[in-house]
Protein backbone atom coordinates (compact mmCIF):
# COMPACT_ATOMS: atom_id res chain seq x y z
CA UNK A 1 0.00 0.00 0.00
CA UNK A 2 1.28 3.37 -0.76
CA UNK A 3 2.13 6.08 1.81
CA UNK A 4 3.46 9.56 1.90
CA UNK A 5 6.91 9.50 2.94
CA UNK A 6 7.28 13.38 3.27
CA UNK A 7 8.53 13.38 6.63
CA UNK A 8 9.83 11.02 9.54
CA UNK A 9 6.17 10.20 10.98
CA UNK A 10 5.08 9.60 7.11
CA UNK A 11 7.98 7.51 6.65
CA UNK A 12 7.78 5.59 9.86
CA UNK A 13 3.93 4.89 9.19
CA UNK A 14 5.10 3.66 5.35
CA UNK A 15 7.29 1.39 7.08
CA UNK A 16 4.96 -0.05 9.25
CA UNK A 17 2.39 -0.56 7.15
CA UNK A 18 4.78 -2.19 4.78
CA UNK A 19 6.15 -4.28 7.67
CA UNK A 20 2.47 -5.50 8.83
CA UNK A 21 2.20 -6.76 5.24
CA UNK A 22 5.44 -8.36 5.06
CA UNK A 23 4.77 -10.50 8.34
CA UNK A 24 0.82 -10.84 7.28
CA UNK A 25 2.49 -12.93 4.38
CA UNK A 26 5.07 -14.58 5.88
CA UNK A 27 2.38 -15.59 8.47
CA UNK A 28 0.35 -17.21 5.81
CA UNK A 29 3.36 -19.04 4.30
CA UNK A 30 3.37 -20.48 7.67
CA UNK A 31 0.18 -21.59 8.17
CA UNK A 32 0.11 -23.27 4.62
CA UNK A 33 3.04 -24.94 5.00
CA UNK A 34 1.49 -26.42 8.21
CA UNK A 35 -1.97 -27.19 6.33
CA UNK A 36 -0.37 -28.80 3.45
CA UNK A 37 2.16 -31.09 5.52
CA UNK A 38 -0.97 -32.37 7.59
CA UNK A 39 -3.80 -32.32 4.29
CA UNK A 40 -5.70 -29.14 5.42
CA UNK A 41 -6.83 -26.18 3.16
CA UNK A 42 -7.07 -22.73 4.44
CA UNK A 43 -10.47 -22.72 5.68
CA UNK A 44 -9.35 -25.64 7.99
CA UNK A 45 -6.77 -23.69 9.46
CA UNK A 46 -8.73 -20.77 10.02
CA UNK A 47 -10.67 -22.91 11.74
CA UNK A 48 -8.51 -24.14 13.71
CA UNK A 49 -7.00 -20.40 14.69
CA UNK A 50 -10.56 -20.16 15.75
CA UNK A 51 -10.66 -22.91 17.96
CA UNK A 52 -7.40 -22.17 19.46
CA UNK A 53 -7.98 -18.56 20.02
CA UNK A 54 -11.35 -19.30 21.78
CA UNK A 55 -9.43 -21.63 23.96
CA UNK A 56 -7.04 -19.07 24.72
CA UNK A 57 -9.19 -16.86 26.26
CA UNK A 58 -10.84 -19.36 28.13
CA UNK A 59 -14.39 -18.79 25.73
CA UNK A 60 -14.37 -22.31 23.84
CA UNK A 61 -16.14 -21.77 20.56
CA UNK A 62 -19.70 -23.70 19.03
CA UNK A 63 -19.92 -24.65 15.77
CA UNK A 64 -22.21 -22.06 15.08
CA UNK A 65 -19.63 -19.18 16.56
CA UNK A 66 -17.05 -20.63 14.01
CA UNK A 67 -19.59 -20.61 11.02
CA UNK A 68 -20.20 -17.28 11.77
CA UNK A 69 -16.58 -16.28 12.44
CA UNK A 70 -15.42 -18.16 9.05
CA UNK A 71 -18.28 -16.73 7.39
CA UNK A 72 -19.91 -20.50 6.47
CA UNK A 73 -23.54 -22.17 6.23
CA UNK A 74 -23.97 -24.14 9.15
CA UNK A 75 -23.88 -26.96 6.18
CA UNK A 76 -20.69 -26.34 5.25
CA UNK A 77 -19.92 -25.96 8.97
CA UNK A 78 -20.72 -29.62 10.07
CA UNK A 79 -18.56 -31.18 6.49
CA UNK A 80 -15.70 -29.00 8.18
CA UNK A 81 -15.95 -29.86 11.74
CA UNK A 82 -16.27 -33.57 10.26
CA UNK A 83 -13.11 -33.51 8.58
CA UNK A 84 -11.44 -31.70 11.58
CA UNK A 85 -12.71 -34.24 13.71
CA UNK A 86 -11.84 -37.31 11.87
CA UNK A 87 -8.87 -35.99 10.97
CA UNK A 88 -7.66 -35.69 15.07
CA UNK A 89 -7.38 -31.81 15.07
CA UNK A 90 -10.31 -31.24 16.96
CA UNK A 91 -12.71 -32.81 19.21
CA UNK A 92 -16.46 -31.58 20.43
CA UNK A 93 -17.81 -32.12 23.93
CA UNK A 94 -20.94 -31.50 24.85
CA UNK A 95 -21.65 -28.35 27.58
CA UNK A 96 -22.16 -30.10 31.16
CA UNK A 97 -24.62 -27.63 31.92
CA UNK A 98 -26.64 -27.57 28.62
CA UNK A 99 -26.02 -31.10 26.61
CA UNK A 100 -27.36 -29.57 23.93
CA UNK A 101 -24.66 -27.50 23.52
CA UNK A 102 -21.79 -28.30 21.60
CA UNK A 103 -18.28 -26.65 22.02
CA UNK A 104 -15.02 -27.36 19.85
CA UNK A 105 -11.75 -27.88 21.35
CA UNK A 106 -8.12 -29.37 19.58
CA UNK A 107 -7.61 -32.61 20.19
CA UNK A 108 -4.53 -34.40 22.06
CA UNK A 109 -3.48 -35.25 18.64
CA UNK A 110 -3.72 -32.19 16.88
CA UNK A 111 -2.91 -29.36 19.21
CA UNK A 112 0.70 -31.91 19.56
CA UNK A 113 0.59 -31.42 15.62
CA UNK A 114 0.61 -27.88 15.92
CA UNK A 115 2.95 -27.59 19.23
CA UNK A 116 5.79 -29.52 17.12
CA UNK A 117 5.68 -27.72 14.24
CA UNK A 118 5.20 -23.80 15.58
CA UNK A 119 7.32 -24.34 18.94
CA UNK A 120 10.30 -23.35 17.03
CA UNK A 121 8.73 -20.43 15.62
CA UNK A 122 7.23 -19.52 19.41
CA UNK A 123 10.83 -20.29 20.50
CA UNK A 124 11.98 -17.08 17.94
CA UNK A 125 9.07 -14.99 18.53
CA UNK A 126 9.96 -14.93 22.22
CA UNK A 127 13.94 -14.28 21.31
CA UNK A 128 12.54 -11.19 19.31
CA UNK A 129 10.22 -9.89 22.21
CA UNK A 130 13.04 -10.14 25.05
CA UNK A 131 14.85 -8.32 22.83
CA UNK A 132 12.38 -5.21 24.29
CA UNK A 133 11.01 -3.59 27.74
CA UNK A 134 7.66 -4.12 29.10
CA UNK A 135 6.49 -0.85 28.38
CA UNK A 136 7.72 -1.22 24.81
CA UNK A 137 5.84 -4.31 24.40
CA UNK A 138 2.69 -2.67 26.34
CA UNK A 139 2.88 -0.15 23.35
CA UNK A 140 3.15 -2.91 21.00
CA UNK A 141 0.21 -5.05 22.31
CA UNK A 142 -2.10 -1.78 22.19
CA UNK A 143 -0.97 -1.39 18.78
CA UNK A 144 -1.20 -4.76 17.07
CA UNK A 145 -5.02 -5.38 19.20
CA UNK A 146 -6.14 -1.59 17.54
CA UNK A 147 -4.96 -3.37 14.05
CA UNK A 148 -6.69 -6.79 14.48
CA UNK A 149 -9.82 -4.83 15.74
CA UNK A 150 -9.15 -2.05 12.81
CA UNK A 151 -9.05 -5.50 10.21
CA UNK A 152 -11.98 -6.72 11.80
CA UNK A 153 -14.14 -3.72 11.15
CA UNK A 154 -13.19 -3.64 7.18
CA UNK A 155 -13.61 -7.33 6.88
CA UNK A 156 -17.37 -7.03 8.44
CA UNK A 157 -17.63 -3.78 6.01
CA UNK A 158 -16.65 -5.97 3.09
CA UNK A 159 -18.70 -8.28 4.14
CA UNK A 160 -21.66 -6.61 4.36
CA UNK A 161 -20.82 -4.50 1.37
CA UNK A 162 -20.52 -8.02 -0.67
CA UNK A 163 -24.62 -8.25 0.40
CA UNK A 164 -23.43 -11.48 2.68
CA UNK A 165 -25.51 -12.55 5.10
CA UNK A 166 -25.06 -12.09 8.57
CA UNK A 167 -25.73 -15.26 10.84
CA UNK A 168 -28.52 -14.82 13.40
CA UNK A 169 -28.84 -15.11 17.09
CA UNK A 170 -31.41 -18.37 16.28
CA UNK A 171 -28.90 -20.31 13.89
CA UNK A 172 -26.63 -19.14 16.43
CA UNK A 173 -28.46 -20.52 19.27
CA UNK A 174 -29.31 -24.30 16.99
CA UNK A 175 -25.86 -25.08 18.45
Do not use: C, W
Not at 58 to 72: A, K, M, Q, S, Y
Not at 103 to 131: E, I, K, N, Q, S
Not at 134 to 150: N, P
Amino acid sequence: MYRRRDDRRGQMIADITNDLRRYSTEAQHVGHAFAGLHGLNATDLHALIAVMDAELVGDPITPGRLGEVLNLSSGSVTALVDRLERGGHIRRDRDTADRRKVFLHYADRGATLARDFFGPLGRRTDDVMGRFSDDELAVVHRFMAEMVVSMREHRDAVRAARGEPRRGAAERAAD
